[in-house]
């Protein structure tokens, strides 16, 4: 036992004497939760447009000042013909042009009542629809008031009720997908490079001619982690709760020992990518490319399942990212217990012991070199 | 001239020497984008609703009717039970609640206004105001289709006097979101591939110790640094040009811009980046360093860029740091280069700012990096 503590102390100073991937492991985290918090967001503050009115009347007038006074959208250009609209597309410098007036070169309208033609980029089709959406609303409802008796136009009203999160924050989403993220790097990605860097320098046989045995040595390099791992996710969890407001309905011990099992899941991944590779460039690139690439992208962390396609959404199954992302997010913003998580709980354990039952009979060849 | 190409061809042994890198260029590239580009999408689709119908008119019918035709929402059932449809929405059955309230016709035709309710599960909260924009585009569809009478009519040219209002998608109208993410997947593949490599070349020469023997050997600081350079932007620009073969042939992603002009402004971005990853690597001491150093970088870079989220909603204070990154420029650049056709004097900016870039990162990671360390 006093050796094996002893050995657990050499990894923890080999650890914390490297300050600058201890900055790396514990700044992260904070620095993406506040880029995600307040950066990231695919809500629609403003769009930038340009307007070309062909007319010059008071009614279009009156249409040009009620689309501006929403403050939703930025009059960019007021063009004076259709020619100077494409270069400002193709330039990224407005997402619409309205067009009021009859037709001019290029939009055929055979209606001589005036006509309201939108032009939008559909590059990023949710902003072009979000625009199109506001747009046609406002163009919508002036015309029905300023050309029909107003005794005769019907106005239907929407009242929006958002349920769970009434602010849309976007926090709600990002904060369990980061604990999944950060997690998932730390455990998994430092356990397969410290074993591996040993391997690379041969410091490795020097372990196995000393008294400790092959599991405590890896048991021994995995615990300092475990720690880091714990310490990171409580950061995380502290800095949602207080600095977005992420709620923890649910039980707070469920959900950091489902933390801690998750942790474990990374860790055995991570000897597992070790257990492959004796070279440290190789280990980094597996896990960056087989395990980042597909948590960050695949686990519902950015992009939602449902809207993936369906072959895609079978794939996501194997990632346990996947798994831990449903269980943190019912657990914190539905309350869930484990009566209603537990088929995912299962799943995550099962992971687990493959990862460990492949691990331990590549170990045994690989160690006794 | 001749020591740099001996170090150009050292580094091309070295990187091609190690079995395991060879399919991590080529392969993993490839993956990444045929998964990737079917997984990124904020598309928002098959969206299941629920109506609660109190009043069970023809116009409530009507409207109803309405959103089940819309290839958006997919209905899923209708009552007058609002707890019900609650319980739903909280086991996820459903995402949208659509409510007419009691007496919707008679207070329409009285007062000739009245109000419906849109329920929304919210915890997605972009998918929430996407599912809310598509509920509101069809009720205005409604009821400015909709005459005295409450007869819809289909007709595109509006009643009344009312103008018409007709819109065009330009660029992708077809709406397909892997229009807009390929270019994003590709330019970070390029990125990832530039500076990773770059960077862990130095660190791992510090590493094992044979930087010593580079130090005491007669090249000179810019031709080491050059020379390792080099290799990397041929690697990165074959990785660009395979990128865009598959996403052409896999996405039908369109290319309707010029290629030399793609291709110059990839060289001038590129300098730039790879001269910030020897510039990590001066710092790093070992490669994991390095690789945690650049790893940290390009996830900050990744987000701020725009790639996935558009910079326009950021708070002023991150689009002012944007500004900073060159990724963000080249990401916009190559889109309008793709998507929208833009030519060389659409970006004359763009050049002269990464051009920019490349000069004051390179300038750096030269002075900094010291023979004698």
């Known amino acids: ?369 | 001239m001749k020591k740099i190409y001996a170090v150009i061809i050292k580094e091309f042994k070295q990187i091609f020497r190690d079995k395991g890198m060879l399919p991590l260029i080529f392969v993993m590239p490839l993956i990444q984008l045929i998964i990737l580009t079917n997984a990124a999408t904020f598309e928002v689709k098959n969206i299941s609703f629920y109506a609660v119908d109190y009043d069970n008119s023809p116009i409530s019918r009507e409207i109803i009717s309405k959103y089940n035709g819309s290839p958006y929402f997919d209905f899923y059932g209708s009552s007058t039970n609002i707890n019900y449809a609650e319980n739903l929405m909280r086991l996820n059955k459903i995402k949208f609640i659509l409510v007419i309230p009691d007496r919707f016709e008679k207070n329409l035709t009285i007062e000739n206004k009245e109000r419906i309710q849109f329920i929304i599960n919210a915890i997605d909260g972009s998918t929430a105001g996407v599912i809310n924009a598509y509920a509101f585009s069809i009720l205005t569809d409604f009821k400015t289709n909709m005459d005295n009478n409450f007869n819809v009519k289909s007709n595109l040219y509006g009643i009344n006097g009312q103008s018409a209002v007709n819109h065009y998608n330009w660029y992708n109208e077809t709406q397909d979101y892997k229009f807009y993410m390929t270019p994003g997947i590709l330019v970070i593949l390029v990125t990832i591939i530039g500076m990773f490599l770059s960077a862990m070349s130095l660190a791992k020469e510090k590493e094992i110790g044979t930087i010593e023997q580079l130090n005491v050997s007669p090249v000179l600081k810019y031709e080491l640094i050059i020379g390792k350079l080099i290799p990397v932007l041929i690697i990165s620009l074959f990785e660009l040009t395979f990128g865009i073969i598959v996403a052409k042939l896999f996405f039908g992603t369109p290319f309707r811009g010029g290629v030399i002009n793609l291709y110059s402004l990839t060289v001038i971005y590129l300098i730039g980046v790879l001269s910030f990853g020897i510039l990590i690597s001066t710092i790093a001491e070992t490669q994991q360093q390095a690789m945690f150093l650049s790893w940290f970088f390009m996830v900050v870079f990744i987000l701020l860029s725009g790639i996935f989220t558009a910079v326009e909603n950021m708070p002023l204070w991150a689009q002012t740091l944007t500004k900073f990154i060159p990724l963000s420029y080249y990401i916009s650049s190559v889109r309008n280069i793709l998507l929208k056709g833009a030519g060389f004097s659409d970006m004359l900016g763009t050049y002269a700012i990464l051009c920019g870039f490349g000069i004051i990162i390179t300038s750096a990671a030269v002075l900094k990096f010291k023979k004698t360390a």
């Open chain 1, 1 to 369: 036992m006093k050796k094996f503590i002893a050995f657990v102390k050499k990894e923890s100073i080999h650890i914390l004497r490297d300050y600058r991937t201890l900055i790396i492991i514990f700044g992260m985290p904070v620095i993406q939760i506040m880029l995600f918090g307040f950066a990231i967001t695919n809500e629609l503050n403003y769009a930038k447009i340009g307007i070309l009115d062909n007319l010059k009347n008071m009614n279009s007038q009156k249409l040009v000042s009620k689309i501006l006074s929403t403050g939703f959208f930025d009059l960019q250009t007021y063009f004076n013909s259709y020619s100077e609209i494409e270069p400002e597309f193709k330039q990224g410098k407005i997402k619409a042009a309205v067009i009021i007036g009859a037709n001019s070169d290029g939009l055929v309208s055979e209606n001589i009542k005036p006509n309201i033609h939108l032009i939008l980029d559909s590059s990023e089709p949710n902003t072009a629809n979000l625009i199109l959406s506001y747009l046609s609303g406002i163009v919508g409802d002036f015309n029905a008031m300023s050309f029909s008796k107003s005794e005769n136009y019907h106005n239907i009203f929407a009242e929006t009720k958002m349920r769970y999160n009434p602010e849309l924050k976007s926090s709600y989403m990002f904060v369990p997908g980061l604990m999944a993220v950060i997690l998932m790097l730390v455990s998994a990605l430092m356990t397969s490079i410290s074993i591996t860097k040993e391997k690379e320098l041969g410091t490795m046989e020097i372990l196995l001619v000393s008294p400790l045995k092959p599991l405590q040595i890896v048991l021994g390099k995995v615990i300092p982690y475990i720690i880091l791992s714990f310490i990171n996710s409580i950061i995380i969890l502290v800095l949602g709760k207080f600095v977005f407001e992420v709620p923890v309905y649910g039980n707070l011990f469920l959900l950091l020992g489902e933390c801690c099992l998750f942790i474990i899941t990374a860790l055995s991944l991570g000897i597992m990518i070790s257990s492959a590779t004796s070279s440290q460039m190789t280990a980094m690139m597996i896990a960056l490319v087989a395990l980042m690439m597909p948590t960050i992208l695949l686990s519902g962390f950015i992009f939602p399942i449902d809207n993936m396609p369906y072959a895609l959404q079978i794939l996501t199954n194997i990632i346990p990212a996947k798994w831990f992302i449903i269980i943190i997010k019912n657990i914190m913003l539905k309350g869930a217990g484990l009566e209603f998580i537990w088929k995912e709980t299962l799943i995550l354990i099962g992971m687990t012991m493959f990862f460990i039952f492949i691990s331990v009979i590549k170990f045994k060849d690989r160690l006794q070199l």
